[in-house]
């Protein structure tokens, strides 16, 4: 596939100065969820919109919102040393959700291990002793996410103090639990104080641990409160069709500092976006929702979860697909190659980024982050980080992996400003997304295949079958998913061999419902209308535990427990795999 001449015009028309006084603008603001300056960037937003003439519907829900105040971290003996870097970027920083407190005793080190790949170490995370550090503070090497707090936890330590890999150390987040809690997952909010230093102070840390004990003062303040939050969503919809089924393109607006490549850059892009397709939404079939969210940093997602709780059923009915826009457009980040995707979402997410760039890239499942809220209702879903730092050039300069700013280690610091955007790399990264919502938006047919979504299942839960041997049968399951996929060709190629309207429509349905089946059984564990947390949530999590089986001993109570746990997520599995089945069979026969 080549670009269509009015593909080419379409494209053409983004103006990426427009983007760039965005940027100048939100440079100047720290949109903390819930504060003026985020409020200003709101603004900044809605008036811009409405000044290009484009619907724009603004929500004002209340979401609980954790933000650092303070973060101190002091050596008592045997020296006594406090940071306190002119380059305020090497500070001590708290996290969100961290516990309020002062912690004053002795500390102790043990070392940890990560995902192995740059980003599941983000989620991966042991200590690597089996030593208990019981009210005592623990530090160890890394950003301190979930996983480390609740491993720090789980040794029944007083507080964390995280060492960063870097000079500068960055903000972040400690709760997973997804959005707004509820009474029966509140008891996943991470109860320890959680601080993190520059690599020097660990590095000094370190090199008095060698020599005897030490005494430490950690101390971490955060406000955690419901506060008042905008989200604003631009609605692009055909003329005369407000009904229609829609795309929905999103990305967070609130920010760590000014937080440049970390979004302002994303939420640039989906502004010039609204412009260019609201100047030509005469072209499109279906509509377009654009939304910017709030509390992505500061409430995990709360922005995005508030509003899939609030519309999942009009989402479940009219939405086709979602894609998440977060740092594009940054310094040297001009490779595809950590792209996430669904399965069947990956040929059309290359072909769009082949036919812009005219670059080849790569993906992977998505992680469970980056506002992806919407796997329990089942969107097939594409990009969250879209372009990076080539890995030659990240392993040239010696950085370490970080979760956006397209892999400049700037992100979440003091330092994440103008410097981090790149103009002709947002240009190109603005393009990408405006082309996979437009031929999303107008193509006959839905782009998913399915048959991908199919093969890769079979390939996973093979894997699981295997590492399960003798004693757990997953062969109904894979038999199951053969006969879809033999169904699924006879539907794919009787649409493409008809071209009457009305099997186009019954074809897109299908797609439709079959993403709703398939989506939850393989992104979550918690169903269709909850939100899992932000851990990692391996393929087909119901089945994924057969992994584990082989290791218990034969017979114990823990073998027979897990046994029952894996025949009832077969029939979760299956049921839902039976009734793809079944709808497939019902296209094929023309009902
Ligand atoms: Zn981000």
Known sequence: MVLTEFEKQLLNEVN????????????????????????????????????????VTVYEPELYISIPKKAEFEILEPVSYMPNHEDKAMNPKTSS??????????????????GASPL????EFQ???????????????????????????GRGAAAVVGISPGKWTHEGIITPVWGTPTLENMHMIPNIISVSISKVDGEYLKQL??????????????????????????????????????????????????GIGDNAVGNATLLEIALVLHKNRDKLNRGVKIAWWPGHST?????????????????????????NCDSPGCRDANAYEEVMWMDEMEQFGKQVIKDVTGKDSKGMRPLRAGDYSFHGI????????????????????????????????????????????????????????????????TSKLYPMDFRKTVDKSIEIISEYAR???????????????????????????????????????????????????????????????AHDPALEVPAYPDLAPCRELSRLPAKSDEYRFLQAQLVRGRNKVRAAILSAISLVDDFLSGH
């Open 16 to 55: 990426v100065e427009n983007e760039w006084k965005l940027l100048e603008k939100f440079s100047k603001l720290v949109r903390v969820s819930g504060t003026e300056e985020e409020y200003e960037a709101a603004e900044y937003i809605i008036n811009s919109l409405r000044s290009y003439g484009v619907k």
């Open 97 to 114: 959700f961290s516990k309020n407190g002062v912690y004053e005793g002795e500390i102790e080190y043990i070392s940890g291990k990560r």
């Open 120 to 123: 599941s170490g983000f989620f």
């Open 127 to 153: 200590l690597e002793n089996g030593r208990d550090v019981h009210g005592k503070a623990l530090a160890t090497e890394g950003i301190v996410f979930p996983a480390v707090a609740y491993a720090a936890q």
């Open 209 to 258: 641990l060698n020599k005897g004990p030490v005494r430490v003062r950690v101390s971490a303040e955060v406000d955690t409160k419901w506060r008042r939050c905008i989200i604003p969503v631009a609605e692009i919809f055909p003329t005369g069709n407000k009904d229609a089924k829609y795309i929905l393109l999103h990305g967070h607006y609130d920010s760590w500092h000014v």
């Open 299 to 323: 409430g995990r997602y709360a922005g995005s979860t508030w509003f899939c709780d609030n519309f999942a059923l009009e989402l479940d009915e009219r939405c086709i697909a979602q894609i």
């Open 378 to 441: 089942g969107i097939s879903s594409m990009f969250m980080l879209l372009s990076n730092m080539p890995e030659h050039l990240r392993k040239e300069r010696g950085l370490y992996p970080v979760g956006g700013c397209g892999g400049n280690v700037e992100w979440h610091t003091e330092h994440d400003d103008m410097r981090v955007a790149d103009r002709s790399i947002l240009e190109t990264d603005t393009k990408i997304y405006l082309l996979a919502v437009y031929r999303l938006a």
């Open 467 to 529: 590492a399960a041997g003798a004693h757990f049968d997953l062969t109904p399951v894979i038999d199951d998913l053969k006969t879809l996929r033999e169904k699924l060709d006879a539907a794919y190629q009787k649409t493409h061999q008809a071209d009457r309207e009305e099997t186009v429509e019954k074809f897109n349905n299908l797609l439709l419902k079959l993403s709703r089946i398939i989506i939850p059984i393989n992104y979550t564990k918690n169903g269709r209308f």
